[in-house]
């Protein structure tokens, strides 16, 4: 390496890490947001009288969901709200026996008196907005309440969560998720913790300092003139729910966010799955920044709001810095080495601290926000960080492709009704599409391997850890996603599986 290309390699190497460090600098002021806000968020909200109770019609968006669809219809069915006023719209796209299974809950319910309709479409155009939309047109309700089919809501969801519509100028209320298979494996459990740091920590300090959050997709209740007034479903990006949410707040809706009520769903537990589902929620974030970054820095908000905003929709750029983190971080400890610029080690401990302590702190304390007589899973904070790393080419692909492309294909994330540890799911018959990143997980775990032998040759200590969080996390996401690849070939062998093909995915639109 010559010395200019080493000498430039050391500059955008620090440029990246500081700028990562920015990143977990912002996740402390969040934390810092959060410890004003919690005691005065974490109430509930006022009961409303039963006469006073909001027409609301629940939404069901399904596509080919054979495990799950009847307990959501059933779970829903049983929510306690007067039946006068309650309408429940299964959105069901399905096309496979998905159809049959649904038609026939939804029948057992109506016998029941329960107002429920089984809504099918000629196409799936427009995905999950799609579906949404056209179930908007027939609502009668004056709320609208949306579930994905691996949720199971309490039977108290409405009557918790329709008070905060007492003010005209909610347009949306939030509940917290909750997960009904945390402890299956060790995937899960870290998922869990994802989630738990984005409601308890980030939803919470959004809410509760006046800044801009999101409707999750599900688990939420709008105001159908909110939706309307805002421009409704669209489908130009993957993450409708994000688009939505900044639309409607852009327009002066407010958000209520109730850390006390929560949903339970399902995890994935397949390693594909979690990938397709982060790459897709990576895409959306970054096609709905591309649409509303100008309109929000136009907007007549203030300045917190719009930097608050500009972070939150950029967040998963991180991931293009983690991979040139990733590819730079060797060659500069051996340019520092060779330079003798051992005064430079200081430097790069103070900003990989700055870039990772806060991170372990924010999820830290959302396991005691969440789980505070069992924080057992503050011991899986390193497997966290490796598994953010890890992710980092998946997801830098979704980036990649959220900044050159509108719309896509919604591939959903599949769910086997897993909901305990003795639950099985391979024999099952969804599965996501292969992941093509893993065989660059696994080249990039083969070059921090053998970074690891030649720091200990050189006797570069101190970049020991460093270089071993990479190298974990690189080889965990690897690891999984090749031992999901060997296991489904040797059943496939034994007797193959009622469906041996992926989810089917019609045309974009």
Known sequence: MTEALSSLALVVYYVVLATLALYGLHRLGLLVLF????????????TIPEDDLPSVTVQLPIFNELYVAERL?????????????????????????????????????????IDIHHVRRADRRGFKAGALAHGLESARGELLAVFDADFVPRADFLRRTVGGFADPRVGMVQARWEHLNRSFSLLTRIQAIFL???????HL???????????????????????????GWTQDTLTEDLDLSYRAQLAGWRFVFLPTVTAPAELPVDVYGFKRQQYRWAKGSIQTARKLLGRLLRAPVGWRVKLEGVVHLTNNA????????????????????????HWLTTLDVALFSVATVPIGLFYLASQLAVRPRRPGGALHLVSLMALGIGLSVNNCRAVVAGLFEEGGTFERTPKYR??????????????ARRDVSYGVEGLLALYFAAALYFSWQLEMWASLPFLFLFFQGYTYVFALSVSRHLALRRLDRRAPPPDRSPLPALPEH
């Open 35 to 46: 410890l004003r806000a919690r005691r005065r968020l974490a109430k509930d909200l006022p």
């Open 73 to 113: 219809i059933d779970a829903v069915c049983d929510l306690d709200y007067p039946r006068d006023r309650l309408e429940i719209q299964v959105l069901d796209d399905s096309t496979d026996d998905t159809r049959e299974v649904v038609a026939a809950a939804v029948e057992r319910q109506r016998q029941r008196g």
């Open 196 to 202: 738990d740091g984005h409601f308890a920590i980030e």
């Open 205 to 231: 300090a959004r809410a509760g300092s006046g800044r801009f959050f999101n409707f999750n997709g599900t688990a939420g209740v709008w105001r159908r003139r909110a939706i309307e007034e805002s421009g």
């Open 318 to 341: 991180a991931y293009l810095l983690m991979i040139l983190l990733s590819l730079l971080v060797f060659p500069a400890m051996v340019v520092r080495h060779n330079r003798d610029l």
């Open 418 to 431: 897993i909901e305990s540890r003795r639950d099985a799911w391979h024999r099952k018959r969804y599965r």
